[in-house]
């Protein structure tokens, strides 16, 4: 049970500063000079460790979890900030795992009331800054530092850090970072800093020569992950991929390896050459991890960062599994993966946000799925029936439910034991489904 204080301070947070993840492009703040303003008020809290900075369209998130882990497991006391949260706003705000106390959140939204400069922040400037000076308290070693949108313009673009992380690039929030794939990774790339060198996750014709011609203009050392590791097969075992990669060494040899990643989702088959190649980076930038502590670090990424929502298995007969994937870019990957899975008949609860384009990812879902169109509990979802007029256009057959809740009785109750059912389309989708589940392993 939360604290009376701690629900009331996030009450007042929500209140008074817009956020982007409730309602949308109008809690928006694009550039620095509020986070500028913040840094100086608090005495530049990111500037007492080391950091690490992770944008991308996708990937960010397990990508930034996973090179946090592989730090904790090497002994680094390490800060963890990520957004949105899908359960509890402590979720976004982490020291080796572990969720920032109330307590801390408490103390921060009053010393802000009270001291903050004469600006308005939006909920995300504010709450960042929550994270780094809990991370200056909590005396962490170094912090990685997820972007939450974009990269030149993003609030967390006030810090240098080490290692800059590029996951990849596809079509998302447009009407902020521009209509075609360049476009965007020129806002991403923005986040390249002089000498800090600069890890791109995948490759792509569109958008490469914008990162080189960015890394050589500002002086990045780049270097594109899969130039450095190459993944042969992966295999799921236990809810852990076994990833056959081959690594090409700096003499010009090339080492064949297996790693057991905690991370079992289509999209880690990505995800897992970009963190391999961004902690070769560190280690040539100073930092010490051993291969054993690396291996320890990428099994046990859930277990010690806490990642939820990632293909994650909530129950069993009939198997129900979540995921957070919600643009075209992840949503194919997570259509490919769903064919894979064995099960007698599939049932896929889905909503989405206004912002996501649904007539470009449905289609990409599989047509003989029941489907449950639903909306989440926020300003930002597509409402149910037009949700299932989308679906409809796309030859996606189900019926429509006012809620979350709603919508996953109905597939628990037509769902056999030998079925599957899907949850997704949305963080907040997510969100309400998980503490539905929360007795149930």
């Known amino acids: ?37 913040l840094d100086s008020w608090l005495k530049h809290p990111h500037q007492a460790y080391r950091t690490i900075h992770v944008a991308g369209t996708n ?22 900030y990520t957004s949105p949260h ?35 922040p939006s909920f995300f400037e504010l709450t960042m ?15 990685v530092i997820e972007v939450g949108l974009g990269g030149r313009l993003d609030s ?56 080189v011609q960015k890394a050589a203009e500002v002086g990045a050392p780049l270097t594109f992950a899969q130039d450095v590791y190459t993944l042969v097969s992966a295999e799921i075992e236990c809810d852990l991929m076994a990833a056959k990669l081959t690594h ?20 880690q088959q990505k995800n897992i050459v970009t963190v391999l190649a961004a902690i070769a980076k560190l280690k040539d930038v100073g930092y010490s ?64 946000a206004n912002d996501k384009q649904p007539e470009n990812v449905m289609p990409l879902l599989p047509t003989e799925a029941t489907y449950y169109f639903t909306r989440a509990n926020v300003e930002r979802a597509i409402p149910e029936d037009a949700m299932q007029q989308v679906g409809l256009g796309a030859g996606l057959q189900g019926e429509k439910y006012h809620t979350v809740q709603q919508a996953i009785e109905a597939a628990q109750r037509a769902a056999k034991p030998t079925d599957l059912i899907f949850i997704g389309g949305s963080n907040f989708v997510v969100a309400e489904a998980l503490p539905l589940f929360q007795n149930e392993k």
Not at 2 to 30: C, K, M, V, W
Not at 91 to 110: K, L, N, P, S
Request: hydrophobic share 40%; proline share 2%; glycine share 10%.
């Open 1 to 37: 049970m939360h604290t009376s204080e701690y629900i009331a301070a996030l009450n007042y947070l929500y209140d008074h500063y817009a956020a982007f993840s409730r309602i949308g492009a109008s809690a928006l703040n694009p550039g620095l000079e509020n986070s500028l303003i």
């Open 59 to 80: 990937g960010k998130g397990s990508t930034s979890h996973s090179i946090a882990s592989v730090l904790q497991s090497a002994g680094y006391k390490v800060g963890l």
């Open 86 to 120: 899908l359960v509890d706003f402590r979720e976004r705000i982490r020291v080796d795992g572990q969720m920032i106390d109330e307590a801390d959140v408490v103390r921060f939204v009053e010393r802000a009331k009270k001291e903050m400069p004469n600006i308005q």
């Open 129 to 143: 800054m929550m994270a780094f000076d809990y991370f200056r308290q909590q005396k962490v070693d170094v912090a």
């Open 156 to 211: 967390t673009n006030i810090i240098t850090p080490d290692l800059s992380v590029v996951t990849n690039i596809g079509l998302e929030h447009t009407q902020f970072l521009g209509n075609t794939l360049a476009a965007i990774a020129a806002e991403k790339a923005g986040i390249m800093k002089q000498g800090v060198p600069v890890v791109i996750g995948e490759k792509h014709v569109e958008t490469d020569n914008v990162f």
């Open 248 to 267: 090409n060494t700096a003499d010009g040899y090339t080492e064949e390896d297996t790693i057991l990643y905690g991370l079992s989702g289509l999209c």
């Open 289 to 352: 991890i051993s291969g054993e502590q690396m291996r320890s670090g990428l099994r046990k990424v859930v277990s010690q960062t806490g990642l939820i929502g990632r293909w994650q298995k909530l129950s069993a007969h009939p198997d129900v599994i979540i995921d957070t994937g919600h643009n075209a870019h992840g949503v194919r990957l997570l259509g490919e993966q769903l064919k894979q899975q064995k099960y007698n008949r599939i049932h896929i609860v889905w909503g989405m």
